[in-house]
């Protein structure tokens, strides 16, 4: 499998994505808002799009479809529940589907739900596993729940499922928030030396080369991640001295949710 992160270089700091098969040159694009940056590269690789996978519906996500349509005739897949808000869609997406891409590349879909309720996630089937995470999980950071989304869906799509992936598995977000949400990390749980040094490696990065984490680095520096900190609480009781002093992980990640949309 072959990784292609496209920079789109918009207000929204979105990151595209095409997933190729080395074998025949086929790929899949994701979330391809930036449709003539994502024909370019596939162009310069030599690559066939044949599928669109959008994550979920929202514009900035679904934006550059039409066009790659128009000039490939690749097929559009999302979660089942998404139809009715996605143009064009010939496949609906449920919890376990595999997508092919050529002879050799395999993604799994994930039900998950959160940042809206018809969100999927994309998990390659490899050695070095990859998720393709639209807007469910930034590096160092959560997707909000401001249009369409749930928190406490977020939250068990985060206990229930990514916190259970393997520690391995590289995260390739839909946006470019990582330096923000270091802050936030840090504003959180300011001894947290690994947010520390990772602010320090990718403050000011190229996003044209961004950093890519892994689910075990994640588990370091991503607050969300890290509902039973002391200073994670600690912190959070001082905005919210209602909480009880060993608050339950869910009541953690809540409130981290709430504050994270005013911060």
């Known amino acids: ?38 024909l370019r590269a596939a162009k310069t690789e030599g690559w066939t799009i044949t599928q669109i996978v959008n ?33 064009g869609m010939t496949r609906g997406l449920a919890a376990g589907d595999v997508i092919k891409v050529g002879r050799s590349v395999e993604l799994e879909a ?3 739900p959160g940042h809206t309720m018809s969100h999927v996630c994309l998990l390659s089937h490899a050695d070095q596993p990859a998720l393709f995470c639209g807007d469910t999980l930034f590096n160092a950071g959560a997707g909000n729940c401001h249009n369409g989304g749930h928190p406490e869906e977020l939250y068990a799509t985060f206990a229930n499922q990514l916190a259970k992936l393997p520690q391995k598995t590289l995260v390739y977000p839909g946006h470019d928030y990582i330096e923000n949400n270091l802050k936030f990390t840090l504003d959180r749980e300011p001894d947290n030396a690994h947010a520390k040094a990772m602010l320090g490696r990718v403050a000011g990065q190229d996003p044209n080369h961004p950093c890519v984490t892994t689910l075990d680095v994640e588990g370091d520096i991503n607050t969300f991640f890290r509902l039973r900190s002391p200073s994670v609480i600690a912190r959070l009781r001082e905005v919210f001295p209602e ?12 409130k981290l949710r709430e504050l994270r949309n005013t911060w």
Not at 56 to 77: F, P, Q
């Open 1 to 38: 499998m072959i990784v292609r992160q496209i920079w789109t270089a918009n207000s929204y700091r979105n990151f595209n994505y095409l997933v190729a098969c080395p074998d025949t040159g086929e790929a899949l694009a994701i979330d391809p808002l930036d449709h003539e940056k994502c």
């Open 55 to 87: 994550t979920h519906e929202h514009r900035d996500h679904t934006g550059g479809n039409e066009a790659l349509v128009r000039a490939t005739g690749a097929k559009i897949l999302a979660h089942r529940n998404a139809k009715d808000r996605i143009a």
């Open 110 to 112: 994930l039900d998950t």
């Open 243 to 254: 909480l009880p002093e060993a608050p339950d992980a869910r009541t953690v990640f809540l």
